[in-house]
């Protein structure tokens, strides 16, 4: 069974650019974390989607949005990228209750 | 927001050695879970807590749920020099709630 997917796996954008991340959940799995994790640092929570709703959000700005849709497959977007945004986002995936597995990430360089 | 404190943030140890690492808070959990992170990858998932008190072991590694509801700790005996990574302890405030992960312990292994 394929674990959760991502991609790109790497993603290099100029400041003030728009960048998109997908996420492919463990079949059957219906929710999707998303977290970022700056290099050196703990894992920060952004978005939490489950059956294709926003259930919850961090402290992050608007700018970071995204969606899920119905096959459960998730985005995140970033607009208005600024440099502090470069970092590695991981997305998770869970059936029900919270023993989250994660994807290997997208690594986000903003120049 | 919530917060877990990990400690120690790192650990220099000799192959053969017992590890021990924990998490505390002020606040009370439901779930506590331990992942590991290898470098360049997503974190994977140890073991999940579900009940104060509980013990469980995953191979040489056993954690435990704390009796308060605010702590876990994470022991690896017999450390083998792949158990190198980031330890990230992470928490459930209540059931269908976001997980919350501490900043990580970086274990290093001497052969």
């Known amino acids: 069974e394929a674990g959760v997917t991502q991609s790109p796996t790497h993603l290099i954008k100029t400041r003030g650019q728009q960048a998109t991340l997908r996420c492919s959940p463990i079949s059957g799995h219906t929710s999707v974390y998303w977290y970022q994790q700056a290099l050196g640092l703990g894992l920060q929570f952004l978005l939490w989607?489950?059956?294709?709703?926003?259930?919850n959000r961090g402290n992050f700005p608007p700018r970071f949005s995204g969606r899920q849709f119905p096959n459960y497959s998730s985005e995140l977007n970033v607009n208005a990228l600024e440099l502090e945004d470069s970092a590695l986002y991981l997305c998770?995936?869970?059936?029900?209750?919270?023993?989250?597995?994660f994807g290997q990430g997208t690594r986000l360089t903003v120049v | 927001g919530q917060q877990l404190n990990q400690s120690p943030q790192s650990m220099f140890i000799q192959e053969g050695e017992d590890v021990s690492m924990n998490c505390t808070s002020s606040s009370i959990f439901n779930t506590w879970l331990w992942y590991k992170q290898d470098p360049g990858e997503g974190p994977v998932l140890l073991i999940a807590?579900?009940?104060?008190?509980e013990l469980t072991s995953n191979g040489r590694l056993t954690a435990q749920f704390g009796i308060t509801r605010k702590d876990s700790f994470l022991n690896i005996s017999a450390s083998i020099p792949s158990d190198v990574g980031i330890y990230f302890c992470?928490?459930?405030?209540?059931?269908?709630?976001?997980?919350?992960f501490g900043a990580g312990t970086i274990l290093r292994v001497k052969s």
């Open positions: 989607y489950d059956e294709g709703e926003e259930r």
């Open positions: 992470a928490g459930q405030l209540w059931y269908g709630n976001k997980l919350v």
């Open positions: 998770a995936s869970s059936l029900e209750g919270p023993e989250a597995f």
């Open positions: 807590l579900y009940k104060a008190g």
